[in-house]
């Protein structure tokens, strides 16, 4: 059969037979077992910006001479020269990138693929300056700002603030002048990035200004009994309902108190 193929397919057969006997079969069948047994704990990474990632340890059945790693790693990251561990704290955001390592033996080199996300760290710890806010119509309010440990990327509350009131969609910063009177609400505040969200909660109540600077015409009143008296004028008294002065006036007689002889005034 061989003659049919002519000298060259006879020298090919006796060069395969030499290499895939003996100990070169030998050698073929312990390098493929190393590159097959060649991996890492984790081959698919997704790391916290800023947070100590887990170590990265590589398995090889073989002494390793050198690692390398190509390309280089996320900022913060390092690969062990010696172990060829992966450790460290990612200092950068990025989408996955694959890496991939090489250990040089005495037997060749041999690779393991290792991919690596890196993503921000949700906002936590939300906190504001003022939890339970009580405020008066028509006067702006303080600055309510909040406290957030991580990046905010966008800040929602529900319900709708008050008339009058917003909230800065950059800062979360709670801030106008209230132009609706309302007992408690509560609102849910949350801050959020890709990675997650926080809420708080706090309380807002909306008062009228109470009246302001009542006065009468006559402050210092002697009155005779059953004698009818001149109306005692309400002169002023700014009502924050109305924004002026309340225009009622009331009248002051005195009367007896029953049959007995101690007399009261009264506003009629």
């Not at 397919?9 to 493929?32: E, M, P, Q």
């Not at 450790?87 to 990025?94: D, K, L």
């Not at 910063?173 to 609400?185: F, K, L």
């Amino acid at each position: 059969m061989l003659k049919r193929f002519g000298l060259g397919a006879v020298i090919i057969v006796a060069y395969l037979s030499t290499a895939f006997t003996g100990c070169n079969r030998v050698d073929i069948d312990k390098i493929f077992a190393i590159k097959k047994n060649f991996s890492y704990t984790t081959t698919s990474a997704v790391y916290t910006l800023g947070e100590p990632i887990a170590i990265n340890t590589p398995t090889i059945s073989i002494a390793v001479q050198s690692w390398h790693i190509e390309p280089e790693l996320p900022d913060g990251l390092l690969l062990d020269a010696d172990t060829g561990v992966i450790s460290g704290t990612p200092a950068i955001e990025q989408a996955a990138v694959q890496y991939t390592i090489t250990a040089v033996t005495s037997e060749g080199s041999f690779t393991a693929v290792v991919s690596i996300t890196v993503n921000q760290a949700p906002p936590t710890a939300l906190t504001y300056s003022t939890t339970s806010c009580v405020y008066t119509i028509g006067e702006a309010i303080a600055d309510n700002t909040p406290t957030v440990t991580g990046t905010v990327t966008d800040w929602s509350v529900s319900p709708s603030l008050p008339s009058g009131l917003t909230m800065n969609t950059d800062t979360g910063v709670i801030s106008g002048t209230p132009d609706t009177e309302q007992s408690a609400v509560q609102y849910e505040i949350t801050a959020s990035n890709y990675a997650g969200s926080t809420s708080t909660v706090i309380s807002i109540t909306v008062n009228h200004d109470p009246p302001q600077a009542l006065s009468y015409a006559t402050t210092s009143c002697v009155y005779t009994i059953d004698e009818l008296i001149l109306d005692n004028e309400l002169v002023n008294r700014i009502d924050a309902r109305s924004g002026g002065v309340c225009k009622r006036l009331g009248r002051i007689m005195i009367h007896r108190n029953g049959n007995d002889r101690r007399g009261g005034a009264r506003i009629v």
